[in-house]
């Protein structure tokens, strides 16, 4: 039987150097790697050296996809689609609607695999009616197309990615909920873990997250085709996370080379706002054009040098994403108000912040709140300087945001993520609530948010684990963290609260979302928000982020452990204005 061909598609004069890899024999003869070992091969970027050990590697990796029972294979596709290799043109095989006009990229294919490629997309649509959003197919069909031999076992490859049902692992999304959902979740996370460079992007564009929803072509169909295969290496085994790894690594670069463009590294003037799609236009320019700067090597060394948190917790952030949406209705593709028109000028009056101070409070918060706008629940103008009134107003509201003003016009504030009704648990004692969402910060003399200290070191939820916030299998119920209790605690893990309430992980949240559900070695770190009847306290362990007293009139500010911030203000003040503003879903009606 002769030898199949796996670079009968590729354009080798595309190739430059990689040309080399045309003719290079595979590490062994089959081509098969120890299982214990693709993860370090994969990042390590060795099968690049040879296209046919690359195929194959593949070959075994997509075989291993564990899948639906019926699953379309290559003799599917043969049945099907007949004898047309290297004959059919991509203009009489139109894309379907759901990939919603993505190309698919030429990755140093021949002219006539764009056909052939249109042809694997097109048999796909017809073997799997419950795609309704897939715009990444196009740029994977095109990469495994790459190291296909037939236009059938790229098929496969395909198919067989689509029907995985490993729980917990998707690789491809297939609707516009899950899809919306993962750019909510990139939005996230970029707010989390590239906080410079998410703040050039909400000072640049008008709309923070039509930016953000290009994140996967950059990764799936932007990149250089060099930069592209590296990425599949790792993609195949390693699933969805390594994309939101390279797509922030993108991000980052792209801040770097905005700086250095801006003539260095210093504090620039802040840039002037463009139209969302010119914005888009710069990172997609950038992506495409990034191996004059930044090698394939390069790229994942900087994205497996960010510490995201665990593949099960970032799955369950997207859980509540998707849930978020399917309670706003959005489930089908449609027009998104975005977060700048959330916040409307004519209609935000507040005491404290002007119109575009609460836009950039705003781009701090998470994505699911970003088809809110701001709604006044509570201000001593008005309501009195009442600690009562505060909670009467405030109670039956999750999340809040609170502002403050003190009599030497110093501005600082907080996001609290847990309805203040929530305090009534822990009777009279001050006892902490709140989830690691919650974040600290001040407008004067520079805007600066503090966030949850777990976030920048994982390695403090719990002892030993320093690389991610694995939920624990079996969730112990504990005693809440009392507020008046700063000093440091035992050496044993403290367990927190669990929400006895639904049994599916898709009805609990990730440490991301709410501290109940792990072990932090000290408690210190998860002291989010306390209230009774002769106080309120943001921010605990070693001191407190926020105490105001009961007259809503005197307060103090401190480094506390939890938000790992210095004092927001004067560390003893007197409140000139309090506002507390509640998040109204914009939708309604």
């Known amino acids: 039987m002769a030898e199949e061909d796996y670079g009968r598609y590729v354009d080798w004069a595309q190739m430059g150097d990689a040309a080399a890899s045309a003719n290079a024999s595979p590490m062994k003869g089959d081509g098969k790697v120890d299982p214990r070992e693709l993860k370090s091969q994969a990042r390590s970027g060795v099968w690049g050296k040879s296209h046919k050990q690359r195929a194959l590697v593949y070959q075994q990796l997509v075989r291993a996809i564990p899948c639906r029972t019926v699953t379309p294979d290559a003799e599917v596709y043969r049945d099907l689609m007949g004898d047309g290799e290297g004959k059919r043109q991509a203009s009489s ?34 073997q799997f009616p419950d795609i309704s959003f897939c715009p990444a197919l196009p740029a994977v069909a095109g990469l495994l197309l790459h190291f296909s031999p037939d236009e059938a076992r790229c098929f496969e490859a395909v198919s067989r ?22 750019c909510m979740t990139f939005g996230d996370l970029a707010n989390k873990y590239c906080p410079v460079a998410h703040k050039l992007v909400v000072s640049t564009a008008t709309d923070v997250l039509e930016v953000y929803s290009d994140w996967q072509r950059w990764v799936l169909g932007d990149l250089p085709f060099s930069h592209a295969a590296r990425v599949l290496d790792v993609y195949l085994v390693e699933g969805y996370k390594v994309l939101y ?18 003539g260095g590294s210093g504090k620039q003037p802040p840039p002037a706002q463009q139209d969302s799609s010119v914005v888009r236009a710069d990172i997609q320019a950038f992506v495409k054009g990034i191996g004059a700067s930044v090698t394939p090597d390069k790229l994942l060394e900087k994205a497996f040098s960010i510490r995201l948190f665990s593949r099960k917790e970032i799955m369950l952030l997207h859980l509540a994403n998707e849930k978020s949406l ?10 998104r108000r975005n977060v700048q028109l959330a916040v409307n000028a004519d209609n935000f009056s507040s005491e404290i912040v002007s119109a575009k101070e609460i836009r950039d409070i705003w781009s701090w918060i998470p994505e699911r709140f970003a088809l809110c706008q701001p709604e006044l629940l509570f201000t001593t103008s008005t309501h009195g300087c009442s600690l009562n009134r505060f909670y009467s107003h405030c109670e039956g509201h999750e999340p809040t945001l609170l502002l403050l003003r003190t009599t030497d016009g110093e501005v600082c504030g907080a996001f609290l993520s847990t309805d203040w009704e929530e305090r009534k648990r ?16 001040r407008m004067k003399p520079e805007m600066e948010r503090y966030e949850w200290v777990v976030i920048k070191h994982p390695e403090l939820a719990s002892g030993g684990q320093a690389q991610s916030l694995d939920m624990l299998e079996d969730d112990q119920p504990g005693a809440g963290n009392d507020a008046n209790s700063n000093s440091n605690t035992e050496a044993n893990a403290h367990t927190l ?31 989010f928000m306390a209230g009774n009847f002769d106080s309120i306290i943001i921010g605990g362990g070693e001191g407190n982020a926020l105490y105001i007293d009961a007259e809503l009139n005197h307060g103090r500010s401190g480094r506390c452990a939890t938000f790992d911030n210095p004092p927001l203000c004067a560390e003893s003040f007197q409140v000139a204005l309090l506002e507390v503003w509640g998040f109204q879903d914009s939708m309604a009606g």
């Open 161 to 182: 990615m689509l029907a995985c049902n490993e729980p917990g692992r998707r690789l491809l999304d297939q609707t516009f909920l899950a899809y919306e959902s993962s």
């Open 245 to 262: 790894r390279v797509a922030l690594a993108l991000l980052k670069f792209y801040r770097k080379q905005k700086m250095a463009a801006a």
């Open 326 to 335: 399917q309670q706003k209705g959005i489930t089908v593709k449609q027009k």
């Open 93 to 126: 095989l139109p894309l379907p609607d759901f990939v919603d006009g993505t190309p698919v990229p030429r990755y140093c294919l021949k002219a006539e695999a764009m056909g052939a490629a249109h042809a694997v997309i097109s048999c796909v649509a017809s």
């Open 426 to 441: 822990g009777g009279n004692k001050l006892s902490f609530f709140g989830t690691g969402e919650c974040f600290v910060f």
């Open 497 to 527: 609260p669990v929400d006895p309430s639904g049994p599916n992980a898709s009805d609990r949240l990730s440490p991301f979302l709410a501290a109940r559900h792990f072990h932090l070695n000290s408690r210190n770190t998860s002291m």
